[in-house]
């Protein structure tokens, strides 16, 4: 294993936007990242740490490029096709893995390709530490509490607005190929395609955001997540329609509003979780789906590093960490939101 974060923590993918947030938070932080990507000269021009040249093609540049490094990163998608060569370049390092993927049927082939190999290398991988798949794992969990099962689990998000980075469009495109255009749910325990069209519903969120009109079964990663450590039939997700209509439409970028270089979105993630007649929810706002990504991925990484994780083999956040306090230590960026009563339906 690496010799900690003093180490130093590898990103892949470092000049992207995502990349970019999470090595300002490695640095806030006090930490020196290793800058890896497929441009030398772009991550020079960076000015924020070593910079190392990789491609996935090229699995000798990437052992050389995790050289000494404590961690890696991978901010890079798509993650169909970055995700496999950076998993076995942290296996053959001996070092954590983490990613920030919200392709479902990546996130699904980590789980399924590397369980058993990370297991036995002693090499934690943690996939989909992010905005999508992360968080609403650890929130599911945190709700949960005690319960080793639940009937159904449901994650809506409330997004203010979407626009989408060409990374988030490259990865939607490429999983859209791989679903030959269909849509998927998790239901009856597993993943199944299907290609009629989303309902239109109507979603509660606490305030002030309060009732939204939303697109139901907008499936993101955490039907990969959630039902990996807990058993659940039913995972669905939804997604604000204002939200939904901007990514479809994916007009412009997100645009920088200030001196962190987040956009002005706002977000709300309210889940419920339903046993018997027992229900729980549990809640997360903030700012910036893209920022917010930086503090999920960076906290795992050091928790995994000074031995604060549970993890083993592939495993989601939730499974890996205790949520409740993971959460709670990113006071600064998230305001959790825990109804005073639980009740029954």
């Known amino acids: 294993m690496g010799n900690g974060m003093n180490a130093g923590v590898a990103v892949f993918g470092a000049y992207g936007h995502t990349g970019r947030f999470v090595v300002a938070e490695l640095r806030e932080r006090g930490h020196e990242p290793l800058l890896i990507g497929r441009d030398l000269d772009r991550l020079r021009a960076m000015g924020q740490g070593e910079a190392r040249q990789a491609t996935v093609d ?16 991978n901010c890079a998608g798509p993650f ?27 996130n699904a082939d980590t789980f399924t390709l590397f369980a058993e190999r990370a297991r036995e290398a002693g090499v934690p991988v943690v996939p989909a530490m992010a905005f999508y798949g992360g968080l609403g794992d650890l929130l599911v969990t945190a709700a949960t509490g005690e319960w080793n099962t639940a009937d159904e689990v449901h994650i809506a998000y409330g997004l203010s607005g979407w626009h989408p980075t060409a990374g988030t469009l490259a990865s939607g495109t490429v999983s859209g190929q791989r679903r030959g255009g269909r849509r998927v749910r998790f239901t009856g325990g597993e993943l199944r395609y299907h290609d009629d069209a989303l309902p239109s519903l109507e979603w509660t969120f606490p305030g002030p955001l309060g009732t939204q009109p939303v697109i139901g079964e907008f499936t993101m990663a955490d039907v990969v997540t959630v039902p990996s450590h807990l058993d659940v039939p039913e995972v669905r997700t939804y997604m604000t329609a204002v939200a939904a209509a901007d990514l479809a439409a994916a007009t412009s970028a997100p645009v920088a509003v200030d ?5 002005a979105q706002t977000f709300v993630v309210d889940v419920v979780v339903r046993s018997g007649g027992e229900e729980r929810r549990m809640s997360a ?3 910036d789906i893209y920022a917010i990504t930086a503090p999920l991925a960076v906290e795992a990484v050091a928790r995994l ?10 495993v989601s956040a939730g499974a890996a960490f205790d949520a409740r306090d993971f959460l709670d230590a990113l006071a600064d960026h998230l305001t959790i939101q825990v109804p005073a009563e639980r009740c029954g339906r």
């Not at 540049?61 to 890696?72: I, P």
């Not at 001196?259 to 956009?263: F, I, L, V």
């Not at 590093?305 to 592939?314: D, E, F, H, I, Q």
Request: aromatic content about 2%; overall charge negative.
């Open 58 to 73: 090229d699995p000798a540049s990437l052992d050389l490029a995790l050289t000494g490094a404590a961690a890696v990163i």
């Open 80 to 106: 169909a096709e970055t995700a496999g060569p950076l998993v076995e370049a942290a296996l053959r390092a001996g070092i954590p893995y983490v990613d920030v993927a919200a392709e479902i049927e990546a």
């Open 305 to 314: 590093l000074t031995g604060r994780s549970k993890a083993v083999g592939v």
């Open 285 to 287: 706002a903030g700012r």
């Open 259 to 263: 001196d962190r270089g987040r956009s």
